[in-house]
């Protein structure tokens, strides 16, 4: 039994047949503070994969996986935010270092 993905202390598990999805995240330490909850699911040796909620009961060799949020909080905004001020700032000193826009014949 594996969990991957945004959890604490990802990796095998020891498998319990009396165990949900949910419990063996908490074995592991718990999800991190970028998991999606909502997105968890099981994929089963056989190749197919549920949603938590919707899986049946789990196997040996079960993976649980727990996916990442795209962007959380306003710490992600304010990242994003740095990027393209960097971007502008770049454009800008190559626009004053060449002197204005490039044209024909220079």
């Given at each position: 039994m594996y969990v991957v993905g945004e959890v604490k202390n990802p990796g095998g598990v020891e498998f319990r047949p009396e165990l949900t999805p949910r419990e063996y995240v908490t074995l592991v330490g718990g999800p991190t503070p970028?998991?999606?909850?909502?997105?968890?699911?099981?994929?089963?040796?056989?190749?197919?994969?549920?949603?938590?909620?919707?899986?049946?009961?789990?196997?040996?060799?079960s993976v649980v996986t727990v996916p990442e949020v795209a962007v959380k909080w306003w710490q992600d905004y304010v990242a994003i935010a740095q990027v393209l001020a960097s971007l502008v700032?770049?454009?800008?000193?190559i626009f004053i270092l060449f002197n204005g826009p490039l044209k024909n014949g220079n």
């Open positions: 970028r998991a999606k909850l909502k997105g968890v699911f099981v994929t089963f040796r056989n190749g197919k994969s549920y949603a938590m909620a919707d899986a049946p009961a789990l196997e040996p060799g700032t770049a454009y800008t000193g």
